[in-house]
């Protein structure tokens, strides 16, 4: 039996609107659900891809590690306790789903492209040609990947520098220069 469906008892505290309300559903994707699972896949997936959308900078990935969330909610469902909102545990799932695929990748290509210059595989893809103007999605999308997702954590989503220091096992300094060198690398850009 999941976690959640072990807690009833926090579930019973919230008011319930009605057959659908979040709760209810979640209770019911607890016990394998399918159509319980799907509405609560309909009610999120839009901010869901979005949130791996800008981590990812790239829509085929983003959508490849969105199907990789709701795999993970399916199997991790029990251990929503509801002592946050569902969207912010889902969105913690998330993050911390796209923060494991960026680890895994960037070893993955530490191995392949080995160089003594770690700063080599961190330079943008490419660099905008002079007169041409980018849109922010453009823009943040060319950032090198840890700047990038630093960047997207704490300005789009609001997570402050040692929230993202602990995901991402780096020190406050590291997160705060990152920061500021994607913001430099966007005023670039965007000119």
């Given at each position: 039996m999941t976690a959640l469906c072990q807690h009833e008892p926090l579930l019973l505290n919230r008011p319930?609107?009605?057959a659908d309300d979040e709760s209810a559903l979640i209770?019911?994707?607890?016990?394998r659900d399918q159509q319980a699972f799907a509405q609560l896949y309909h009610r999120h997936v839009g901010r869901v891809h979005a949130l791996c959308r800008r981590m990812a900078a790239d829509i085929p990935h983003a959508?490849?590690?969105t199907q990789a969330v709701f795999v993970k909610l399916w199997e991790k469902l029990g251990l929503f306790r509801g002592e946050s909102t569902f969207g912010t545990w889902l969105h913690r799932l998330t993050v911390n789903t796209v923060l494991t695929d960026f680890r895994s990748?960037?070893?993955?290509e530490a191995r392949v492209f080995g160089t003594d210059d770690p700063a080599a595989l961190e330079t943008p893809s490419s660099p905008a040609s002079a007169g041409l103007r980018l849109d922010l999605e453009q823009a943040i999308s060319g950032l090198p990947?840890?700047?990038?997702?630093i960047f997207v954590l704490h300005?789009?989503?609001?997570?402050?520098?040692?929230e993202i220091a602990a995901l991402l096992e780096l020190?406050?300094?590291?997160?705060k220069a990152q920061l500021h060198?994607?913001?430099?690398?966007?005023q670039e850009a965007l000119r």
């Open positions: 319930v609107v009605d209770r019911r994707a607890c016990q959508e490849e590690l990748t960037r070893r993955r990947p840890r700047a990038r997702v300005d789009v989503e609001g997570y402050t520098h040692e020190q406050t300094g590291t997160t060198r994607a913001r430099q690398l966007l």
